[in-house]
Every structure is written in structure tokens, then in C-alpha cells.
């Protein structure tokens, strides 16, 4: 019989969630990854995402079909936006992810541009689709074209602008 190697199973609990918000204060930039999934070449990656407040997550989305993305909150208060072509927010769509709130996640179909803002400290628990051969950075996501580059100029005052748009949506 073969046996493939088998992997730990992972617990989310408050020491993982604490431990990962500290990591996103002491990065650069506000946020760090903790993947669950064991490699690029997964077709599904799954991953917990810690955002602290002023990270920048610059518009962006994913153009294959297999790229359907998914978001539920599992602590803190987030906005997660969503653009037209142009870069106008898409109030309608758009949605603050808070238990208070009542709003969970967000599932996302391919081509759908979109950032998220940390209202407050968050994790979420994300889930990317990838087309056959997994995960290639060069192919994973499109910045949208009307949106400063993390670490430009204009990314600071555009991340401001991000955040008044996402605390108009929490009223």
C-alpha cells in the first residue's frame, strides 16, 4: 500500500490569531500570511490573513476562471471593496465584514476587482482557487491600473481615501 505523506492537522484557535496579529504589527507592510495549504501546487490555497489598520492592499483581481477568492472574518472588522473598470467603488457590493455587523465574508467570482481595509485589527480566512499547476506569482493577480503601487508616492493618500470610502460603508 502507498502511503502519501500525511500533513499535521492545523488548529485555529485565540493563540494562533494573537500570535498573527503580532507578526502583521511587525512587518512593513501591516500584514502577514499564515498558509494552511502545503504548497503552491495546490489547487486550492487556504490561508489565514492577518491585516493591522494601515496596510494598503493595492485594487486588484484574479482573471482566471479558476480564481474565484473567498473571505470569512474570524476576528476584527475589515472592508472589503469592490471597483468597477474605472476604479469607482462599488457601494452596492462592497461590504464591511464585522460580527457586530452581521456580515461574515464575501465570495468573489474571477474578475472582480477588489481591496481590503482593516477598520480595525482582523483575520480572515481566505481561499484562492488556481488553475491546473497551482500557484504562479506572475499570473496569480492584476493590479488595477488606476491604483498607486504599494510603496509609491500616491499610496499613502490613496490608502486614505480607501479607508474614509470603507468607514462611509460602516455606518
Keep these: 500500500m502507498i502511503r502519501m505523506q500525511s500533513r499535521p492537522i492545523q488548529t485555529i484557535d485565540e493563540r494562533l490569531l494573537d500570535e498573527l ?5 511587525a512587518s512593513p507592510r501591516r500584514r502577514t500570511i ?6 503552491d501546487w495546490e489547487h486550492a490555497h487556504r490561508m489565514l490573513n492577518a491585516l493591522t489598520t494601515g496596510t494598503y492592499v493595492r485594487p486588484h483581481r484574479h482573471s482566471s476562471d479558476y480564481q474565484s477568492e ?3 472574518l474570524l476576528r476584527g472588522r475589515l472592508a472589503l471593496l469592490i471597483f468597477d473598470d474605472a476604479g469607482k467603488l462599488d457601494t452596492a457590493a462592497s461590504r464591511v465584514l464585522s460580527a457586530s455587523g452581521g456580515c461574515f465574508g464575501l465570495d468573489l467570482p474571477p474578475r472582480i476587482w477588489h481591496s481590503l481595509v482593516a477598520l480595525e485589527d482582523a483575520v480572515i480566512y ?4 488556481h488553475p491546473v499547476g497551482g500557484y504562479v506569482e506572475e499570473r496569480d493577480k492584476e493590479f488595477a491600473p488606476w491604483s498607486p503601487a504599494e510603496g509609491s508616492a500616491g499610496a499613502g493618500a490613496y490608502l486614505r481615501e480607501l479607508e474614509q470610502q470603507a468607514q462611509s460603508l460602516d455606518r
Excluded at 496579529?21 to 504589527?25: D, E, F, P, W
Design 70 to 72: 473567498a473571505f470569512i
Design 21 to 25: 496579529i503580532r507578526l502583521a504589527h
Design 126 to 129: 481566505e481561499v484562492k482557487g
Design 34 to 39: 499564515h498558509r494552511l495549504h502545503a504548497g
